[in-house]
């Protein structure tokens, strides 16, 4: 499924930014971006990962697509490591371990084998290990250090 962009107009304060600009991304699309500063280029992306709204026109795209986004300049508590930011990133597998402990704890506890509740526990179970799995969570925390260390960190 792709990622429709139509008639986008930005406009700040009485400038216009960019007007009707319109361009499909299709699944394995490499696409960049290219212009002065100041053209809209961070704007664009900022409107395609739903974090700013244009003056008009829409983004449409699948339910379950995800667009990640990465600013410019990025905002770290003095506080934290580079081993803390990058397992900030991995926050979502911890909701979901968290999560499993829970339905596994329910599953654990409950006696109404037969019920469709209990069935979508099951299901529930089911679709969360096969996320961490694509995850590939149980070595996350390897792979991060590797390449941190390939990095220079």
């Not at 008639?7 to 699944?27: G, Q, R, T, W």
């Not at 992306?45 to 410019?72: C, E, F, H």
């Not at 979502?92 to 084998?113: C, F, G, P, S």
Request: proline fraction near 3%; charged fraction near 25%; glycine fraction near 6%.
């Amino acid at each position: 499924m792709s990622i429709s962009i139509n008639s986008l107009k930005v406009e700040f304060s009485a400038k216009c930014l960019f007007d009707n600009i319109s361009y499909i991304i299709n699944p394995k699309d490499k696409i960049a971006l290219v212009g002065k500063n100041g053209a809209g280029k961070s704007t664009m992306l900022k409107i395609i990962a739903g974090l700013q709204n244009p003056t008009s026109g829409s983004v449409a795209m699948p339910r379950d697509t995800t667009v990640g986004y990465l600013p410019q300049h990025i905002t770290v508590s003095d506080t934290s490591t580079v081993i803390d930011e990058v397992r900030s990133a991995f926050s979502h597998v911890d909701e979901m371990k968290a999560r499993l402990d829970e339905i596994n704890h329910q599953l654990a506890t409950r006696t109404d084998y037969e019920s469709e509740a209990y069935q979508e526990l099951i299901e529930a179970m089911t679709s969360l290990n096969d996320r961490l799995a694509m995850e590939h969570s149980e070595n996350f925390e390897a792979e991060m250090e590797k390449t941190l260390l390939g990095l220079g960190f």
